[in-house]
């Protein structure tokens, strides 16, 4: 098809970004997007877990559920998913091939310029979910909001989760403007949900829900999440919302996730107002079945493996939140905690190495094979003069093999600063628990 990936380009121009494409194309199509209802989610962290949550929560309560989110970790598939279960290869070559011709056409006279892949992924699952007839829609953003493929939606909920500064070349330099881009997802008289937001971000949330007479629901108000201890696989919280408490086992690990999990509570009981037939019970069973890998996810053995697919300054301040708190890990001594790390080029390096620097007694600096990766030299300049052992390995599974090594069978080796660092490291690891999700 000759589709342009921005998801793999290293320049992502914000010129490039164009709704009226997918828009031709979803016509071509017959407008599959429209007249199921949905949640579309916004944000630059916990999107994917939050509407993991909400999905699942959805799919026990008897709607048939499609889940739209990216990127993927270990198969392209993954992206679109219903009632848990990703698209069958069958189904998505058959698809592939109906909507070709359509692209082909589009690209022969492509005034608007060529299509992108992720425009096209958009579409399809659009029309996949169209017919398997799902009966609710669950839709994350690909990145920003504003000009988001996934912004053609009128959906029943928008919701914003946690926004920091990130992918600045595209959104803008300050927070302000990256807010303003992720709230354009808000339309005319849909309600909000928002997770809690810096001052700015909120104040830039809330004009936009003042010029568009959308309700708002911010869930720093009279929201609380209290930890109450871990069970098994799960941690045990007590979720406090407008409409009652919920006292429950949620499947995702991580310091982060109670809060992923009341924005998602938030807006569940959005749609229990809004008339959805939605039960405590069934929040409480759809938290416990959620599954979001390659977030603090914990795969026991000697030592300790966690993944975690942190890549900014807030997530990473999470994780080393989760790794304090989280028994197996909080017991180990730094000088047996092995830190295996690589970031994407445009990430804030420093700012991540200075936090994890402190937790950790050895790193192994490494690059996963994404174009994106960041240069060796670059993350050497990130992690020196901070009072760890600095090594380097050609590529994760070398990082990860060197990291045995050097751990003690009692220690914890963490790999973290991407999702491909975190993919990468899944592949070929046992999994016996799906862990958490950002």
């Known amino acids: 098809m000759g589709l342009t990936d921005y998801e793999s380009a290293t320049s992502r121009a914000a010129a490039n970004y164009d709704l009226r494409r997918v828009v031709e194309l979803l016509m071509r199509l017959r407008n599959p997007h429209m007249g199921i209802p949905a949640v579309h989610l916004a944000g630059t962290k916990g999107k994917g877990s939050t509407a993991s949550l909400i999905a699942s929560v959805m799919s026990v309560a008897g709607y048939r559920t499609g889940l739209y989110t990216s990127p993927h970790l270990l198969d392209f598939r993954e992206r679109i998913c219903l009632d848990g279960k990703m698209i069958s290869k069958d189904h998505l070559v058959r698809l592939m091939a109906s909507i070709r011709p359509l692209v082909d056409e589009m690209n022969a ?7 992108t892949s992720f425009e096209v992924m958009t579409a399809l699952a659009f029309e996949f979910f169209h017919r398997q007839q799902a009966t609710f ?3 994350e953003t690909g990145l920003g909001g504003r000009l988001d493929a996934t912004n053609v939606i009128t959906p029943n909920l928008s919701v914003l989760t946690p926004i920091s500064l990130d992918h600045t070349e595209v959104l803008g330099d300050s927070l302000d403007k990256i807010a303003a881009e992720k709230a354009g997802i808000i339309k005319q008289s849909v309600p909000v949900v928002s997770a809690a937001q810096r ?15 959308s309700r708002l629901i911010e869930v720093s108000d009279g929201y609380k999440a209290e930890f109450l201890g871990y069970l098994g696989n799960g941690q045990l919280v007590k979720l406090t919302g407008r409409l009652g408490e919920y006292c429950l086992c949620l499947s995702l690990l991580g310091h982060y996730q109670r809060q992923n999990a009341l924005t998602a509570v938030a807006s569940l009981e959005v749609l229990i107002e809004a008339g959805f ?3 405590p019970e069934d ?6 079945q959620a599954r979001w890998p390659g977030r603090f996810e914990v795969i026991k053995g000697n030592p300790l493996l966690v993944i975690d697919g942190a890549h900014n300054e807030e997530a990473v301040a999470e994780l080393v939140l989760s790794l304090e708190e989280y028994p197996a890990t909080a017991k180990i001594e730094k000088g047996e905690r092995v830190l295996v790390f690589g970031t994407s080029f445009d990430k804030d390096a420093q700012a991540m190495a200075a936090l994890l620097g402190g937790y950790f007694g050895t790193v192994v600096l490494t690059r996963s094979a994404h174009p994106r990766a960041m ?8 992690f020196e003069g901070r009072g760890l052992q600095v090594l380097e ?7 990860l093999e060197l990291a045995g090594e050097i751990s003690p069978a009692d220690g914890l080796i963490c790999a973290t600063g991407s999702l491909f660092v975190a993919a990468e490291a899944l592949k070929g690891k046992s999994q016996p628990r799906s862990g958490t999700g950002s």
């Open 109 to 115: 006279h492509a005034y608007l310029g060529k299509i």
């Open 137 to 139: 829609q669950v839709i």
């Open 199 to 213: 001052p700015e971000a909120m104040a830039v949330i809330r004009e936009r829900c003042l010029k568009n007479q």
């Open 277 to 279: 037939k939605i039960s």
């Open 283 to 288: 929040i409480c069973e759809g938290f416990r």
């Open 375 to 382: 240069k060796m030299d670059l993350l050497k300049q990130a």
């Open 393 to 399: 390995a050609d590529g994760v599974p070398k990082a």
